[in-house]
């Protein structure tokens, strides 16, 4: 199941192919960003299986705060949205990635290897690096409450 790890440099690839996009990728940012949509996407996964939302909107800020804090130690203040957007691409197409992965009956233990390492990438982040990039903690909060809202709206459980 390793595959859909690929999908976010080659989407980041072809986004950057527009001249709008003419910057590099920060290659810690990217991974970041891939693995916030792979614990999104597994904790989705989880709640349309009867996860408790708390448990669900704690793994949505968690990987809000990594992927906002990535984005504040890459690029050395919060981003504009131009500077931001190819990482939320890749992000959010990791989220769809792995929903797919298991709508597919293709999940199984490289999946769950795969959002193991992410959670530990996250938390690694968080004691290692967060204390140098400090980010706007009710911000993300609301962004978490907002996208488990959205969540609850695709699954069909609101």
Not at 20 to 29: H, R
Not at 34 to 55: P, R, Y
């Amino acid at each position: 199941m390793r595959a859909y790890h690929l999908a976010g440099p080659v989407l980041a690839a072809f986004l950057l192919a527009s001249p709008a996009a003419a910057q590099t990728l920060d290659p810690g940012l990217t991974r970041a960003a891939q693995c916030a949509g792979i614990i999104k996407g597994a904790s989705s996964v989880g709640f349309a299986l009867g996860a408790e939302e708390s448990a669900v909107e704690t793994d949505f800020y968690i990987a809000n705060t990594y992927l906002f804090g990535a984005s504040k130690k890459a690029l050395g203040s919060d981003p504009d949205e131009d500077e931001f957007l190819v990482y939320d691409q890749i992000h959010s197409s990791m989220i769809d990635q792995v929903i797919g992965i298991y709508n597919a009956g293709q999940w199984g233990l490289q999946s769950l290897s795969d959002v193991i390492i992410c959670y530990t990438e996250a938390s690694t982040f968080f004691i290692d690096e967060l204390p140098n990039h400090g980010v706007n903690e009710d911000k993300i909060r609301k962004l978490a409450a907002d996208q488990v809202a959205n969540v609850k709206i695709l699954f069909g459980l609101n």
